[in-house]
């Protein structure tokens, strides 16, 4: 057995805080405390009896050795009521230890063998004495184990008191040994208490960090909502700009041709080319309710849909008007397209509405990685730093253009300048159309 120097029971501050094996253990020594004496005892005392006429016990020591038992067993149970309202070093814990050492001295003087009563001294000092006395008791202890160790005391003769000597030795260096070690656990087990301390607290702020990162993700889920709610409005409203709104403009020019006309072919003409415009209006506000792609797309390709629109635009707005096509033709995504699509629609009623232009150039620009669509007129021109802000019958313009591109990871660019005609560009990447 090792002393318990420093265990649970001796610091109780250090036993509430140490996790749940060192609680275990203090229940153990706990019991061993109030119990173990007496067991110890009982061993000492029949171990005694066995020995008593090998070691030549008179009828005084035999008397006095039972004396001295049955007042050990009254002192421990005198004890055992006492400690309840003293668990840890006190006046009648002192009186208690030195008692119990004097009284296993004196019966170790009458047999070695209760030395297994003894032992108890090196049990509890800690718990029992002041730590000024820990050392004294535990040294005390040690004198009575050396004694028995030596064949019983007193020493007899220089030979004996050489043994005597050589043994308090040895239990002096066990003594400091199982002290030093003692004191590494119970600073090991304080280091991980601790330990576990700072983890709890750090898995309560994880904890909170978590909540809070929940409740984060909520508020942008709910604005990433809100967002794409405005988006999808913004582009219902880009659509019908430059679908439904074109179209009736183009309608409401066609009829006012017919009012003034007074040629019934003329006036037939143009109703035809007013219920055309109808009926591609009518097909585009379907596709764009749908978020499809535009009605020219639907069975065309994005060069196939320019030309027919350029060629469209300028038999409507009676300006000449050229489609030219450079680089390698790929399917592209159906964005892209949709994309530029919608931009040269917007920069052709623009044209029509503002330029007053007699040509107008439109260009699709095939490279490696990008490409280009590039509208040029040679209307009146303007100022682009000078634009008077969107009103509300005015349409989407330049700012529809610009965020169409900016959609697809793309820009806009407008170079005007009044009397030498305009000319838009808008660039964005090329992705290809995935089969």
């Not at 814990?93 to 009458?110: E, I, S, V």
């Not at 032992?119 to 040294?139: D, I, M, S």
């Not at 030093?180 to 576990?196: D, F, G, N, P, S």
Request: hydrophobic share 45%.
């Amino acid at each position: 057995m090792t002393p318990d120097l420093t265990g649970p029971a001796a610091r109780p501050g250090r036993e509430a805080a140490a996790p749940l094996v060192g609680a275990r253990l203090g229940v153990g020594w706990a019991a061993f405390h109030r119990w173990g004496p007496y067991a110890l005892l009982a061993i000492s005392t029949l171990a005694a009896g066995a020995t008593a006429s090998a070691l030549h016990m008179t009828r005084y020591e035999l008397v006095a050795a039972a004396a001295l038992t049955a007042a050990g067993t009254a002192l421990q149970l005198w004890w055992g009521h006492a400690a309840r309202t003293r668990p840890g070093p006190s006046t009648a814990g002192t009186c208690y230890y030195t008692l119990r050492w004097a009284l296993a001295f004196a019966l170790t003087w009458l047999n070695p063998f209760y030395a297994f009563y003894a032992v108890t001294g090196y049990f509890g000092a800690e718990r029992l004495l002041p730590r000024r006395l820990v050392r004294v008791g535990l040294l005390a202890s040690a004198v009575t184990m050396s004694g028995s160790q030596s064949g019983g005391l007193p020493p007899h003769g220089p030979m004996g008191w050489v043994v005597f000597g050589a043994l308090f030795g040895v239990n002096v260096t066990l003594l400091i040994v199982f002290t030093h070690l003692a004191t590494l656990e119970e600073e090991r087990a304080v280091e991980q208490t601790e330990t576990i301390s700072e983890l709890e607290r750090t898995n309560v702020r994880l904890q909170q960090a978590l909540d809070e990162n929940a409740a984060l993700h909520a508020q942008l889920l709910v604005q990433a909502r809100e967002a794409g709610v405005a988006d999808e409005r913004r582009r219902l409203a880009a659509e019908i700009h430059d679908t439904i709104a074109q179209g009736l403009a183009g309608i409401i020019t066609q009829l006012q041709v017919v009012s003034v006309t007074r040629t019934p072919d003329t006036a037939r003409e143009h109703l035809a080319r007013a219920q055309e415009l109808a009926r591609h209006s009518l097909g585009e506000a379907r596709r764009s309710v749908q978020n499809l792609s535009p009605v020219a797309l639907a069975d065309a390709s994005l060069p196939e849909a320019l030309k027919e629109l350029v060629a469209a635009w300028s038999a409507t707005a009676g300006v000449r008007a050229e489609f030219t096509v450079t680089g390698t033709v790929e399917p592209l995504h159906d964005e892209v397209e949709a994309t530029l699509l919608r931009i040269a629609q917007e920069a052709l009623a623009n044209t029509a509405r503002h330029a007053g232009a007699s040509r107008v150039g439109v260009t699709l620009s095939y490279m490696d990685d990008e490409m280009t669509l590039d509208v040029r007129d040679d209307g009146r021109g303007f100022d682009p730093l000078a634009l008077p802000p969107r009103s509300a019958e005015g349409g989407f313009g330049l700012g529809g253009m610009h965020a169409r591109a900016e959609r697809i990871v793309g820009t806009v660019a407008v170079e005007s300048e009044p009397g030498h005609g305009t000319a838009v560009s808008a660039r964005v990447p090329l992705v290809r159309h995935e089969l």
